[in-house]
């Protein structure tokens, strides 16, 4: 064998070497990008389904329902092909959420709002709603959805987490009467319309605000008759002391003329 056939035979066995090398990294890499995507995948997945289930019953509007039931299903007809191990779940809850779906296209709902009673509660939804508003964000960002329909959603949710807003004003508020401070109860109850003011763009809350702005001033002329109450009981209790008082210094008076007499 000559030496230039075992140079050429060297050489070649080392690009087969290089390339075969070359082709295991690759695999390699493309399986690390198939794991990261995968495991991304179930996160926001995991996500989507703790929020519509996290989120009271009626609480979301039709729209927002709908917007997040398809992003699911996206994202579970994307873990269908990425996670093999787990295809029969995932299946599983693309036919779930499908239902759902349909359900919410053939039967919407009234879309009035559902007001919440726990402040624990108001704090997780506010949170969720949050997070629904950054993923409209991404979605605007990505081109997935047009500036009309990213509007329509962001002003939703705005409305919804004000709306929560006012949930948590009003049961500090009762509870501000319950604990006998109406001054902090009035707090509140101006709060709320400062809160839907700054919110009263499209005059969505103007009838509310106009509701409110009546309570207040009946709140407020309750609160001054009862301080005006209170105040004639305090003057009366002071007179009668001092009324007391001079009397007690008379007959201290007459027990010493006696005493002299």
């Excluded at 996500?47 to 329902?65: I, V």
């Excluded at 009673?117 to 964000?137: C, R």
């Excluded at 919804?160 to 508020?173: C, K, V």
């Amino acid at each position: 064998m000559s030496t230039s056939l075992i140079i050429v035979l060297v050489v070649a066995g080392l690009l087969l070497m290089v390339g075969t090398a070359y082709s295991i990294q690759i695999m390699e890499k493309n399986k690390q990008e198939k794991r990261r995507l995968m495991f991304s995948l179930r996160e926001r997945a995991d996500n989507f389904k703790t929020m519509l289930e996290s989120f009271p019953q009626g609480f979301l509007t039709p729209d927002l329902q709908v917007l997040m039931c398809k992003c699911l299903l996206d994202i579970l007809e994307q873990l269908v092909q990425v996670d093999s191990s787990n295809r029969s779940s995932h299946n599983q809850s693309i036919s779930q959420v499908t239902t759902h779906l349909e359900q919410l296209k053939t039967n919407p709902g009234s879309g009035g709002y559902q007001s919440l009673n726990d402040p624990k509660h108001i704090q997780q939804v506010q949170k969720m709603l949050g997070n629904v508003y950054n993923f409209i964000v991404k979605l605007r960002q990505s081109n997935s959805i047009n500036e009309a329909q990213a509007n329509s959603y962001a002003t939703q949710i705005r409305r919804l987490t004000t709306l929560s807003a006012l949930d948590a004003f009003r049961i500090a508020g009762q509870s501000a009467i319950k604990d006998n401070k109406p001054r902090l109860a009035l707090h509140y109850q101006t709060m709320s319309i400062d809160k839907m003011k700054k919110e009263n763009t499209d005059g969505f809350f103007s009838e509310r605000i106009a509701a409110y702005e009546a309570q207040l001033v009946e709140l407020n002329k309750a609160i001054e008759q009862s301080e005006q109450v209170a105040k004639q009981s305090a003057i009366k209790s002071n007179d009668e002391w001092n009324k007391f008082e001079e009397q007690s210094q008379q007959q201290e008076q007459w027990k010493k003329k006696a005493i002299y007499d």
